[in-house]
């Protein structure tokens, strides 16, 4: 029953659930066998082929996309398959034990200006089971990292590998994995001992418990791959919005191991975050809107996917996060973040650099500094629900009715990675994110029926 409650409560925004389904059944049928169908897609069992590449992992493992664009197995994106039904419990525990099989609690100095600390988790795992700490590249050796891709490894990987620990618990109800001795690069720990250093490995704020990252010359370290083109210093929003759910996650995991302690630690730890998160990141602007921003240096711009995901999983409660909801509605209604139910990272009215990041590798309107997503489409739609349901209803059947806009042949959807109605351009069709996270985020947030 705890690992019921903690489901319910810890992942899906702490929020009171909706009084009915935002979509007509037949749309949640459409959606459900979608997210079913490019989970499937992007599946390679030990020894198939993927991308030109056999799976020589020894694990049933799932890559980006179904179409095979990234032929390697990415930890956030795998991470963000889970909440459903989509993944059994055995072969998530073969992505846990791949995962420890990367990690070393040595630091590696790749070479200068490269370091990658001890207990980070890898940003991708290659088909040979070998990682690469780095976006940019499959290099699994000292030609990785470093610009434009940062003297540390993103951070948010470290909290994806807690979510998916405590994912297997919370649909196992079983504590045998948590408690076992697993194997990675430096020797064997148990893995409650290792989850507690890999929370502790990224580097935050001794005040506040917020993450950081350096200077963007020396150091342009990423808080979060789907922002791996985009520059931040300072403390940053959404890696900290992870360690956050990771703590409340570890909360619940340490407690049912009878470690009330460390339990207690966690606890204290997720809400010294929360605390600190609105005089850090929320902004009211002159019009009188407010938003969390991205971060405290570069990249001190309104975030749209931070504060979407910030108000989803209930980092920000209370007056803040109904401020976040209407500055999210009139942004939707504006079209100033969203198009065809898909995402902008940042707003098209943003005054900082003309509706684009203050800092990016990637061209204007394009990926991450300007093309729309469907990776974050559940968390704004839950976001919307809080104050304008007629809103929140809206975007999602202008969601179902993108897919549907784009079917192929064969049944499924194109599902883009991104694209830009406005320029025509799209990227990696049958992107599993852009399905089975909406499903699986409206789901958890009570937003469905089924």
Same mark, same amino acid.
């Given at each position: 029953?705890?690992?019921?409650?903690?489901?319910?409560?810890?992942?899906?925004?702490?929020?009171?659930?909706?009084?009915?389904?935002?979509?007509?059944?037949?749309?949640?049928?459409?959606?459900?066998?979608?997210?079913?169908?490019?989970?499937?897609?992007?599946?390679?069992?030990?020894?198939?082929?993927?991308?030109?590449?056999?799976?020589?992992?020894?694990?049933?493992?799932?890559?980006?996309?179904?179409?095979?664009?990234?032929?390697?197995?990415?930890?956030?994106?795998?991470?963000?398959?889970?909440?459903?039904?989509?993944?059994?419990?055995?072969?998530?525990?073969?992505?846990?034990?791949?995962?420890?099989?990367?990690?070393?609690?040595?630091?590696?100095?790749?070479?200068?200006?490269?370091?990658?600390?001890?207990?980070?988790?890898?940003?991708?795992?290659?088909?040979?089971?070998?990682?690469?700490?780095?976006?940019?590249?499959?290099?699994?050796?000292?030609?990785?990292?470093?610009?434009?891709?940062?003297?540390?490894?993103?951070?948010?990987?470290?909290?994806?590998?807690?979510?998916?620990?405590?994912?297997?618990?919370?649909?196992?109800?079983?504590?045998?994995?948590?408690?076992?001795?697993?194997?990675?690069?430096?020797?064997?720990?148990?893995?409650?001992?290792?989850?507690?250093?890999?929370?502790?490995?990224?580097?935050?704020?001794?005040?506040?418990?917020?993450?950081?990252?350096?200077?963007?010359?020396?150091?342009?370290?990423?808080?979060?791959?789907?922002?791996?083109?985009?520059?931040?210093?300072?403390?940053?929003?959404?890696?900290?919005?992870?360690?956050?759910?990771?703590?409340?996650?570890?909360?619940?995991?340490?407690? @049912? /191991?009878?470690? =009330? !302690?460390? $339990?207690?630690?966690? %606890?204290?730890?997720? #809400?010294? *975050?929360?605390?600190?998160?609105?005089?850090?990141?929320?902004?009211?602007?002159?019009?009188?809107?407010?938003?969390?921003?991205?971060?405290?240096?570069?990249?001190?711009?309104?975030?749209?996917?931070?504060?979407?995901?910030?108000?989803?999983?209930?980092?920000?409660?209370?007056?803040?996060?109904?401020?976040?909801?209407?500055?999210?509605?009139?942004?939707?209604?504006?079209?100033?973040?969203?198009?065809?139910?898909?995402?902008?990272?940042?707003?098209?009215?943003?005054?900082?650099?003309?509706?684009?990041?203050?800092?990016?590798?990637?061209?204007?309107?394009?990926?991450?500094?300007?093309?729309?997503?469907?990776?974050?489409?559940?968390?704004?739609?839950? @976001? /919307?629900?809080? =104050? !304008?349901? $007629?809103?929140?209803? %809206?975007?999602?059947? #202008?969601? *179902?009715?993108?897919?549907?806009?784009?079917?192929?042949?064969?049944?499924?959807?194109?599902?883009?990675?991104?694209?830009?109605?406005?320029?025509?351009?799209?990227?990696?069709?049958?992107?599993?994110?852009?399905?089975?996270?909406?499903?699986?985020?409206?789901?958890?947030?009570?937003?469905?029926?089924?």
């Amino acid at each position: 029953m705890l690992a019921r409650r903690e489901l319910l409560k810890g992942l899906a925004g702490w929020m009171a659930l909706p009084p009915a389904p935002l979509l007509a059944p037949e749309d949640e049928r459409f959606l459900a066998e979608q997210a079913r169908r490019v989970v499937l897609s992007a599946r390679l069992r030990p020894g198939d082929l993927g991308g030109g590449r056999r799976n020589e992992t020894g694990c049933t493992i799932h890559v980006p996309g179904g179409n095979m664009g990234y032929p390697a197995f990415w930890i956030r994106d795998a991470v963000m398959m889970l909440g459903d039904d989509l993944i059994p419990a055995d072969e998530l525990e073969g992505w846990i034990r791949l995962i420890c099989s990367t990690i070393s609690g040595r630091d590696w100095h790749v070479r200068p200006g490269v370091e990658v600390p001890a207990w980070s988790v890898p940003d991708h795992i290659n088909y040979d089971g070998k990682a690469t700490f780095y976006p940019g590249s499959y290099e699994t050796g000292d030609k990785q990292g470093g610009k434009p891709f940062g003297k540390y490894p993103p951070l948010d990987d470290n909290f994806y590998f807690l979510t998916a620990v405590w994912r297997h618990w919370a649909v196992t109800h079983k504590l045998a994995l948590a408690q076992s001795v697993v194997k990675t690069a430096s020797g064997q720990i148990r893995l409650s001992e290792l989850c507690e250093r890999v929370y502790a490995a990224p580097p935050s704020d001794a005040a506040t418990g917020l993450c950081v990252v350096g200077d963007v010359e020396t150091e342009n370290a990423k808080d979060f791959g789907f922002c791996d083109t985009i520059n931040k210093s300072g403390k940053v929003l959404f890696a900290s919005l992870l360690k956050f759910v990771a703590a409340r996650q570890m909360t619940a995991l340490f407690r @049912a /191991l009878g470690r =009330t !302690d460390t $339990a207690r630690r966690f %606890a204290r730890e997720a #809400d010294r *975050i929360r605390a600190a998160l609105p005089a850090t990141f929320a902004h009211t602007s002159g019009n009188g809107e407010t938003w969390l921003h991205a971060a405290t240096e570069v990249g001190n711009q309104p975030d749209v996917w931070g504060t979407a995901y910030a108000v989803w999983c209930g980092a920000v409660e209370g007056d803040l996060a109904r401020a976040l909801s209407r500055a999210l509605a009139r942004a939707y209604r504006d079209k100033t973040a969203v198009r065809e139910g898909c995402v902008r990272h940042i707003l098209t009215t943003d005054p900082v650099n003309h509706g684009l990041w203050q800092s990016a590798t990637s061209s204007p309107g394009e990926y991450q500094n300007g093309g729309y997503w469907g990776t974050a489409t559940g968390w704004y739609i839950a @976001a /919307l629900a809080q =104050t !304008d349901r $007629a809103a929140a209803a %809206a975007m999602a059947h #202008d969601y *179902i009715a993108f897919l549907r806009g784009h079917m192929r042949p064969d049944g499924m959807a194109e599902a883009w990675e991104w694209f830009n109605p406005d320029t025509g351009k799209s990227t990696n069709p049958t992107y599993v994110a852009t399905v089975a996270l909406p499903w699986i985020s409206l789901r958890q947030a009570g937003l469905l029926g089924n």
